[in-house]
């Protein structure tokens, strides 16, 4: 079982010629089989359980090599926790903030706020579920899935260049719609994501341990396991019907999508 088993990822790795010099030279000497989303997820465990302060030390990377090139999602750990704490902030009175973050935190973050904020995660996560416009980025021929000594799994990929013209589809398709709105803004957001980077990067979303979980509750609900998933085309059905105006087809695949990841979410109040 994997370390954190209820987080997926949307990666950008970028060609490792993007980066400066130093990262290519300690990013190559990673070997392609080194357990980086092992390693990253057991760091993020140790993080939520201690107080250390914030730091921009050299972080680790994941690792994927591509018709020969290397590519490189680094971990961006510091810009990430950043993020998370900002927007955990925001859920808070001020008035009791401090008794969730230590001083010591909140003093590091500050200290090197400016630096953090310059820093552009290539990862981001999502916790029980998947959002149904990362789906958008991809098509069938995309995925792999299987399993391996963590169980099973399921991988989304595709080029950016393809993500780009598929997130700038879905964005059409809600704003012809339903116009200007929080789904809109979402897709929109997730468009100036990917358009900051180098344009012969590679997507992939990895399920992480939610792959586990959907097996789990796709077999007991009397299917094959992951070969059931059809969550990339019910998107795509959702979002043809949106451009043809068909409500009903539109309907029908976010139906298939919410039903089937609701299940999945539902195993976090079981834990």
């Known amino acids: 079982m994997r370390p954190t088993p209820y987080v997926a990822s949307l990666r950008v790795y970028e060609p490792i010629d993007s980066f400066e010099a130093a990262d290519q030279l300690r990013w190559s000497q990673i070997a392609i089989t080194s357990p980086t989303g092992w390693d990253e997820q057991v760091r993020s465990l140790k993080r939520s359980i201690t107080s250390e302060p914030v730091n921009l030390k050299p972080d680790g990377a994941h690792i994927l090599e591509h018709?020969?090139?290397?590519?490189?999602?680094?971990?961006?750990t510091a810009a990430r926790c950043w993020a998370a704490l900002d927007d955990f902030k925001y859920t808070l009175p001020p008035s009791v903030i401090k008794f969730f973050i230590p001083q010591t935190i909140e003093d590091s973050i500050n200290s090197t706020i400016d630096i953090v904020e310059d820093k552009v995660s290539h990862i981001i996560t999502a916790t029980w579920s998947i959002p149904p416009r990362w789906f958008s980025l991809f098509e069938p021929s995309d995925r792999i899935r299987g399993s391996n000594e963590d169980g099973a799994y399921t991988i989304l990929r595709t080029s950016i260049s393809n993500a780009k013209q598929r997130c700038l589809f879905a964005h059409q398709a809600v704003v012809n719609a339903f116009g200007d709105g929080p789904i809109e803004q979402e897709i929109a957001d997730l468009l100036e994501w990917l358009s900051i980077f180098d344009s012969s990067s590679i997507v992939e979303c990895d399920y992480g341990g939610l792959a586990i979980y959907l097996e789990k509750s796709l077999i007991e609900?009397?299917?094959?396991?992951?070969?059931?998933d059809t969550s990339i085309e019910?998107?795509?059905r959702s979002l043809a019907g949106l451009a043809a105006g068909d409500g009903a087809l539109a309907g029908q695949g976010y139906e298939?999508?919410?039903t089937r990841?609701?299940?999945v979410a539902a195993f976090e109040q079981a834990m």
């Open 234 to 236: 019910d998107v795509a």
């Open 256 to 258: 298939r999508l919410v």
């Open 261 to 263: 990841w609701r299940r």
């Open 221 to 228: 609900s009397g299917q094959p396991g992951l070969n059931a």
């Open 67 to 76: 018709e020969g090139k290397r590519y490189i999602a680094p971990w961006s």
